[in-house]
């Protein structure tokens, strides 16, 4: 894996991060997974991790206003 998709994939987890937190939800395992790192074709994975029900259940609420339902 190179450098820039590194930068890239972490990029991404910081922005995904931003827009949750504006919408006031916090993964606390987001980030880019170090065993992606290691895989022999380029392929860096983001993270989601774990987090309690309530947490998924506003990231539900947002995205339910997103798509208008």
Do not use: F, H, K, N
Not at 49 to 67: I, K, M, S
């Amino acid at each position: 894996m190179t450098r820039p998709q590194i930068d890239e994939a972490e990029a991404a987890c910081d922005e995904l991060a931003d827009a949750l937190r504006q919408a006031g939800i916090v993964l606390p395992s987001l980030g880019v997974d170090p065993m992606s790192y290691t895989y022999e074709r380029p392929a860096p994975l983001v993270e989601l991790g774990r987090c309690p029900v309530e947490t998924v259940q506003r990231l539900v609420a947002v995205l339910d206003r997103a798509a208008g339902r």
